[in-house]
């Protein structure tokens, strides 16, 4: 059997990155190499029902070792982050981490003062990039660890599990994972995501989560005679941001605080456009937000005259918990996996979104469960192959006592 870290370095050898506001899905077609390749690898080792969609998402699964048990899914994205190149990365292993900074090359490292998790890694065996390129492991560490897990259950046939199902699929980092997720052709009842940081993460709280569009408009008037007449966009954005809380940004918010997160601002005396995206894990909070940027957008066009402000808000995903709660047999056997295993869970709120949030609103409950990786989406990353290990012995202990 290939070990988990060999299959993370040769998936990290391929660019999945994903791109920003492509129309279709994928939003990258480099993406099919990586979905081809593990259709190959996983018909190789007996997943027969392996296959690639015309959108990229992978889907193959192991059979029931007896019938009438629940199918259990896996779910891993492809993609990497646009945030940071991930093209001809060049991974190494700090064999036996011996503490203090990594220096990935003359002019980067991972500073041991500004990442204290360093600290719980000494000994191991750490992945780090060269400095110029993200490593990969949000989320290669992931697919790595399902499919050593899938090579293992179809090497012990001895082992009781209903259906395990797999999916792998394309621009989870661009908020399209769960666009053209087939649920009923994937055939789980639940399921989970292997996506997230220390093995021991548990999520299963996301926040509420909106977008908004802002278009001020203005009237532009030479500055000379603008008296009474001159009307400036860009001091109506201005003036509308002021009357969202500073205190609720996200620089000054943690653990369950939501936020209002201007994203962008551009524009001129005639019209500005400023984005902003909305976040709470309270729904009663989150709608009392969207209300709130409502009320500026009316009392600066009351102010302003009519028309001096168009707002479009547009909800994006909404916290699982409501949809988990029902099926909490799944938090406490992830809970029990990681303690036969000697890893102490980690149950904290996601501070963003994940493909299972949607999906668990499409019908398929599907909490998050760690990979292993740290500093994800920048040249920073690393991941410690001992911490992959640990992620897959969770994986084994997850469907062992799922059909116990």
């Not at 945030?83 to 064999?95: H, L, T, Y």
């Not at 019209?271 to 995206?277: K, L, M, N």
């Not at 992830?334 to 149950?347: T, Y």
Request: with cysteine; net charge negative.
């Amino acid at each position: 059997m290939e070990s988990v870290a060999q299959r993370f370095l040769r998936y990290v050898s391929l660019d999945t990155q994903s791109a920003d506001g492509a129309e279709q899905i994928p939003s990258t077609e480099k993406q099919f190499a990586l979905a081809n390749l593990l259709v190959e690898e996983m018909r190789a080792m007996g997943v027969s029902d392996a296959r690639v969609d015309a959108h990229c998402y992978v889907y193959g699964s192991i059979p029931a070792t007896e019938q009438g048990l629940p199918a259990l899914g896996f779910i891993a994205h492809m993609d990497t982050s646009p945030d940071a190149s991930g093209e001809g990365v060049r991974p190494r292993i700090v064999n036996g981490y011996p503490g203090g900074d990594i220096h990935l090359n003359a002019e980067v490292a991972i500073e041991e003062s500004m990442f204290p998790a360093l600290a719980h890694y000494v000994g191991n065996d750490i992945i780090v990039t060269d400095g110029t390129t993200l490593l990969g492991a949000d989320d290669k560490a992931g697919i790595a660890e399902i499919l050593t897990l899938a090579e293992y259950l179809l090497a012990h046939p001895d082992l009781r599990h209903g259906r395990i199902c797999i999916a792998f699929t394309p621009d989870e980092e661009v908020g399209c994972g769960a666009d053209q997720f087939d649920v009923p052709g994937f055939g789980a009842d639940f399921a989970y995501t292997v996506d997230g940081g220390s093995p021991g993460e548990l999520e299963y709280e996301n926040f509420n989560a909106a977008s908004a569009k802002l278009v001020f408009h203005g009237v532009g008037i030479h500055p000379g005679s603008a008296k009474g007449r001159m009307r400036n966009a860009l001091h109506l954005a201005q003036e509308f941001d002021a009357m969202l809380p500073p205190s609720a940004r996200p620089e000054h918010t943690e653990g369950y605080e939501g936020f209002f997160h201007l994203s962008e601002l551009s524009g001129d005396v005639v019209e500005a456009t400023a984005r902003y995206i909305i976040r709470d894990h309270d729904a009663a909070k989150f709608a009392e937000k969207k209300a709130l940027m409502q009320s500026a957008a009316a009392f600066l066009c009351e102010k302003h005259g009519a028309g001096a402000v168009e707002l479009t808000l547009k909800d994006s995903y909404y916290n699982m918990k409501e949809q988990i709660l029902p099926h909490f047999h799944l938090i406490e056997t992830a809970k029990a996996a990681m303690g036969r295993v000697g890893v102490a869970p980690e149950i904290i709120p996601v501070r963003g979104g994940t493909d299972g949030a949607r999906l668990s609103y499409m019908g398929l409950p599907c909490p998050n469960l760690g990979t292993g990786g740290h500093n994800a989406h920048g040249v920073l990353e690393f991941i410690p192959i001992q911490s992959m290990e640990k992620v897959v012995e969770i994986l084994k202990a997850i469907v062992e006592l799922t059909y116990a």
